[in-house]
Nanobody
Framework: QVQLVESGGGLVQPGGSLRLSCLVSGDIFSNYVLGWFRQAPGQEREFVGYISGSGLTTSYAGFVKGRFTISRDNAKSTVYLQMNRLNPEDTGVYYC???????????????WGQGTQVTVSS
């Protein structure tokens, strides 16, 4: 089991960028697949992307369309979500999640952060 704390959310104008961070503690960081999910008001939580423990493999949801990049710094036990060309549909609470296996679904992650709000608006 690990603990996750997200940061970096905020208000950004359409077309702008944000970088979210997620600090992980409590176990060997490189053992875990780290995923990013988001939840818009009234919507279910949805997959954004994940990165493998080594950092060599990533996978993204179709709506990302090359705008987002997930990276990790195993020395800092931190995973990042760089988001570019943001649009209002990207508004929501963004969560990072950890699991030794991970995957594309919410149910595949055992540990979650508290989330950070991202609002894209002019």
């Amino acid at each position: 089991q690990v603990q996750l704390v997200e940061s970096g959310g905020g208000l950004v104008q359409p077309g702008g960028s944000l970088r979210l961070s997620c600090l992980v503690s409590g176990d060997i960081f490189s053992n875990y697949v780290l995923g990013w999910f988001r939840q818009a008001p009234g919507q279910e939580r949805e997959f954004v992307g994940y990165i493998s423990g080594s950092g060599l493999t990533t996978s993204y949801a179709g709506f990302v369309k090359g705008r987002f990049t997930i990276s990790r710094d195993n020395a800092k036990s931190t995973v990042y979500l760089q988001m570019n060309r943001l649009n209002p549909e990207d508004t929501g609470v963004y969560y990072c999640a950890a699991d030794m296996r991970g995957g594309l679904d919410v149910d595949e992650y055992a540990d979650w952060g508290q989330g950070t709000q991202v609002t894209v608006s002019s």
